[in-house]
């Protein structure tokens, strides 16, 4: 067999426009063009790869598609000469899974200008673990550093604590020294949130109590929300003054039903939070700083390693709401 015949998971739109996914042999021909080809080590599961994969148009506009956001792997061949056969890198984001074949085969081609040199402090199996979700709770973290949030100025609060960015953020805070006010629908998880690190857990319906009011009382220094819709605007009413509210998902909802009283009576800043896209400089120094001052040695709590061919389980899951933690694709565990 042709060594660079390789196993990728394809999703497939059938002729009554139905979503099937499969795992395939593919040849790297069929690739697209690109300066470097990169042999996958590890990938991750993450929400928009879980959209990706049950055929969502506002993600991946054209089928059959290989999603995965998120690839770690050894250069195998390139004509950029920034980039040597040899090199272990990362690459996340950018058009990678969304309509440029990703990380969940097994053989990647992509720009040189998409790649980041793993850092010397992280394995290619703990860039994984961090992925695109940890990368975001970390770009999260340093928009409170930036705004002077720190510690002494009082708790934070996380919401979707138990989702991927969730528990990564609750690590880093906790390692950190912050309090943190975990916020989760799964009566189920609270033992698994104090574990990592959550000083106090409450339930969407206690975040949502009062939410016709315009302002709440103060109860946190900044919150990091990944949901989005009324548990963003009850954390932002909520929030002290001069306190910073990061944004960075919506698997509640777009909406933000909200009157400006935060930003005008407290001085609320409100920050979006995007990866895909994120400005190469500013991608290095959040992944250094995982790999050196933010560096976690417990990501093994909140991952769990599985190989290609029980994804489909794990998407189906994350679809249902019923993922926690961090879901890493061991992508050599393949025949």
């Given at each position: ?18 979503f099937?996914?499969?795992?395939c ?6 690739l ?5 080809l ?8 993450n929400?928009?790869d ?56 097994q ?19 703990e860039?994984?673990q ?36 969730g528990?990564?953020a ?23 949130l104090?574990a ?20 709440l ?5 900044g ?79 909140i ?12 998407i ?5 709401g ?14």
């Amino acid at each position: 067999m042709d060594e660079r015949d390789f196993s990728a998971l394809v999703v497939y739109e059938d002729d009554a426009r139905n979503f099937q996914r499969r795992i395939c042999r593919k040849s790297v021909n069929e690739l697209p063009a690109g300066d470097v080809l990169i042999q996958v080590k590890y990938s991750s599961l993450n929400y928009k790869d879980a959209l990706s994969a049950s055929g969502n148009r506002g993600v991946t506009k054209r089928y059959p598609h290989t999603p995965g956001v998120d690839a770690a792997g050894r250069i195998v061949e390139s004509v950029d000469p920034a980039w040597q056969v040899g090199e272990e890198v990362i690459c996340t984001g950018y058009d990678l899974g969304m309509n440029t074949s990703g990380g969940f085969g097994q053989y990647i081609r992509v720009p040189g200008s998409w790649i980041v040199r793993k850092p010397a402090g992280l394995t290619l199996l703990e860039s994984m673990q961090i992925g695109t979700a940890g990368f975001t709770a970390a770009q999260c973290l340093l928009h409170l550093e930036h705004n002077s949030i720190t510690p002494a100025n009082g708790p934070i609060l996380v919401t979707g604590a138990t989702g991927g960015v969730g528990t990564v953020a609750l690590l880093l805070l906790h390692m950190l020294g912050y309090e943190v006010t975990a916020v989760t629908g799964k009566d189920s998880e609270h033992e698994f949130l104090y574990a990592m690190g959550a000083t106090t857990i409450l339930t969407r319906q206690e975040l949502l109590a009062c939410r016709e009011k315009q302002l709440l009382p103060i109860r946190w220094a900044g919150a990091i929300d990944t949901v989005g819709g009324d548990l963003l605007a009850a954390a932002i009413k909520s929030t002290g003054f001069d306190g910073v509210v990061t944004s960075c998902g919506n698997a509640s909802s777009g909406d933000l039903p909200l009157t400006v009283y935060p930003f005008i009576l407290r001085g609320v800043h409100l920050v979006g939070v995007y990866s895909a896209n994120c400005p190469m400089t500013k991608r290095v120094l959040v992944w250094e700083k995982l790999a050196r001052e933010w560096k976690l040695n417990e990501l093994s709590r909140i991952c769990r390693l599985i190989q290609l061919n029980q994804l489909d389980e794990e998407i189906q899951a994350m679809l249902a709401g019923r993922s926690k933690g961090r879901c890493v694709v061991d992508m050599e565990g393949v025949a």
